[in-house]
């Protein structure tokens, strides 16, 4: 069993930045590959980056270049750094606990954070 919690967001304008932290239980975090889920109002959740457990990440397109996914096992804490906000990364973010295959495909365990919410104005 792995229980996630995740904290960082607020507030912020439209350019700015926050890093997003989730951290994790138990002894087996750094055999996990982590993922970074947000939901919009109305929208389907979507899978916003994922580090798999030897650190090979990988970016949904819509945010390449702006948001970055780390791990510290020490800390058993995976974050997400935002950079150059847009207000259509508003969104409720969560982060997960699953695998992957070959690297390129996350699959999610049923592991999840509460969520916290982010919020960028224009």
């Known amino acids: 069993q792995v229980q996630l919690v995740e904290s960082g967001g607020g507030l912020v304008q439209s350019g700015g930045s926050l890093r997003l932290s989730c951290a994790a239980s138990?002894?087996?975090?750094?055999?996990?590959?982590m993922g970074w889920y947000r939901q919009a109002p109305g929208k389907q959740r979507e899978l916003v980056a994922f580090i798999t457990s030897d650190d090979n990440t990988n970016y949904v397109d819509s945010v390449k270049g702006r948001f970055f996914i780390s791990r510290d096992n020490a800390k058993n804490t995976v974050y997400l750094q935002m950079i150059s906000l847009k207000p259509e990364d508003t969104a409720v973010y969560s982060c997960?606990?699953?695998?992957?295959?070959?690297?390129?495909?996350?699959?999610?365990?049923?592991?999840w954070g509460q969520g916290t919410q982010v919020t960028v104005s224009s």
């Open positions: 138990g002894s087996a975090f750094r055999f996990f590959a």
């Open positions: 997960n606990a699953g695998r992957t295959e070959y690297s390129v495909t996350y699959i999610p365990y049923d592991y």
